[in-house]
């Protein structure tokens, strides 16, 4: 996220040199960007609003690589140019990691594994307990330790919600 921010920011900085109308139409689309970007963020990966988010970023940077083209066509031999495409196109690639970061979660196998585990564990512990005449207060104690372990590893695969959050930089 933070690399991607500083592309965004780099190239909007760039875009700046740019000769008019270029510059304008390429710093408003970045404003836009960066919202959908955000927006993007804020949804539940796989998700209908998520797809959408991500279908408005891919379309915003075609509109932004076309103002690029325009800028090199008008002046082929401009440093200008040539950097604020170089920046364009890392904000690009930067993008494709943070959506596939966004979409790294644990596979639901997993999760399912886990609480099975758990539930095994805690019942083969119970059945031991209960055969030596004792430990109730250990059973009881082991599940409400093994279900906050599980609770955080689910919120924890979620950033967007749940109870743990991952902080927004400001």
Known sequence: MVAEANAIGTTYLRAQTLPEPVRSRSLDLLVRYTRSAVSLSETVPGS??????????????RRLWGLAGEALDTAPMASAPRLYVETLNEMIDQ?????????????NA??????????LAL????????LLGRGMLAVSLAALLVGFLLLVTFDLDRPTRGMIRIPTPR
């Open 48 to 61: 209908s609003d998520a797809r959408d988010a991500e279908a408005a970023e891919g379309r915003i940077q």
């Open 95 to 107: 993008q494709t990691v943070r959506v596939a970061a966004l979409s790294n979660r644990i596979p």
């Open 110 to 119: 997993v999760l399912i594994l886990e609480v099975l585990g758990s539930a």
């Open 123 to 130: 019942g083969l512990l119970a059945t031991y307990l209960a």
